[in-house]
């Protein structure tokens, strides 16, 4: 059996995975790149949902694939359909070019989202330290917001020294590329390639028991649904802090750095912020781990919805106190990386081996669809009130704590 210490070398490897894929240097900056290049914010939010649409649809196919066709291979298509991404943005001159580098992120994103969590499974589950999924999962993700922290940092020098936004895209070419390259060195048998050629019928014939598996277990499914609605819930709100935020402090005339002009400073500021987010956020993901070995799981991961419902009904009070704003955004990100490494780790274990990664691509296409039902509701009560949009968001928030722990949870603790 082997111990953690020992297979140090790969797990190293995981987390450089998740340092490099998240150094997307324009990350920050998207939503300034794309109204400066003369769309209105109907376009971007028509592009936001184009992206979301392309997840929906691809997210079971894509776990499929992964599972049929070889998982190392499934993410090297996933970084091509980035890097062609990201030269589109860089030469786009419309909509229509954007639409189709979103496609492509879109199709990036699908590719890649459960297929690098089902390989850290199964390189647990070989190596016989299957008891550690939170503990690695939680470090790999921390040092994912670590690669986050110091894209945000290096992003504000790029920002300021770079003729242009969109050679942002340009740069972000590269760590993607290195990232390919140490995807091609994992072991061969994380590929875990079961068939050699492709046939569109047993193709789509998986697809459908994929989801039949995914609903048919009630245990899987509770917690697909529970960690999906979550997700959905956390991406839906937390945009509407980011902006609140900026507006006060420029409103309260923060310029720190007097050497640079006022749209510098904004750049400046948005990208101080996204690192201190992220420097907090890996630590609790980092230590996810350690609050799980203290509290029961199903405890722990429910609570998050009370604490979340808490935090937005609080900050409804306080649209106008910088300081409690800034706290709540904080609080959200502590949040949800607290409790996804326990719940990857509750999904993994309750999931058939062999569909891990069809099942952890059908809870992200399960956020998806849910986001594109949220965003424009929450965006529609945004414009009529914030004060409301957060204490309705809080509350719905609370009343799903309530279901959980009289009804949902009891079911899942005795499966």
């Known amino acids: 059996m082997a111990k953690l210490k020992d297979c140090r070398l790969q797990i190293f490897k995981f987390e450089m995975y998740g340092f490099l894929k998240n150094l997307r240097f324009f990350e920050p900056y998207l939503i300034i790149y794309l109204t400066i290049s003369g769309l209105n914010l109907f376009q971007v939010g028509l592009l936001i949902s184009i992206r979301e ?46 639409a189709v ?22 390189f647990l589950d070989h190596n016989e330290i299957g008891a550690s999924k939170t503990r690695v999962y939680g470090q790999t993700r921390a040092m994912s917001l670590i690669g986050s922290m110091v894209m945000s940092l290096v992003a504000i020098v790029f920002v300021i020294w770079l003729p242009e936004i969109k050679y942002l895209f340009l740069v972000s070419i ?25 046939n569109l019928k047993d193709f789509l014939k998986q697809n459908v028991e994929s989801v ?63 690192a201190v987010i992220y420097l907090i956020s890996s630590f609790a993901s980092r230590n996810s781990y350690k609050l799980a070995k203290k509290v029961n799981h199903f405890s722990l991961v429910n609570i998050m919805w009370l604490l979340s419902a808490v935090t937005a009904i609080v900050l409804s009070f306080f649209l106008d106190n910088l300081f409690v704003i800034f706290a709540s955004f904080i609080m959200i990100y502590i949040f949800i990386n607290l409790r996804k490494p326990v719940m990857i780790e509750q ?15 059908i809870e992200a296409q399960l956020a998806s669809l849910l986001l ?26 609370l009343t799903i704590y309530l279901f959980n722990k009289l009804y949902n949870f009891k079911i899942l603790r005795s499966s």
């Open 372 to 397: 594109v039902i949220f965003a424009p509701i929450i965006g529609a009560l945004a414009d009529w009130s914030m004060k409301w949009m957060f204490i309705i968001v809080g509350g719905m928030m």
């Open 101 to 122: 580098a979103m496609i492509l992120f879109g199709l990036g994103e699908a590719f890649r989202s459960g297929t690098h969590k089902s390989m850290i499974m199964s």
């Open 212 to 274: 039949k598996y995914t609903f048919k277990d009630k245990k899987v499914s509770r917690l697909v649904f529970d960690e999906a609605l979550y997700q959905a819930g956390y991406k839906s709100i937390k945009d509407y802090v980011q902006p609140i935020i900026i507006a006060l402090s420029i409103s309260a005339g923060l310029v720190a750095f007097t050497n640079y002009s006022a749209d510098e400073n904004l750049k400046i500021y948005i990208g101080i912020i996204y």
């Open 347 to 361: 999904i993994g274990n309750a999931s058939d081996k062999t569909k891990r990664a069809s099942v952890l691509s």
């Open 174 to 198: 590269v760590p993607y590329l290195l990232d390919m390259l140490l995807i091609a060195s994992y072991p061969k048998y994380l590929n875990e390639r079961r068939h050699t050629t492709f």
């Open 53 to 98: 649409i392309v997840i929906y649809i691809f997210e079971i196919p894509s776990g499929v694939i992964a599972d049929m066709y070889g998982k190392k291979v499934e993410l090297i298509i996933c970084f091509v359909f980035y890097i062609i991404s990201f030269f589109l943005f860089f030469i786009a001159t419309g909509f229509g070019i954007l």
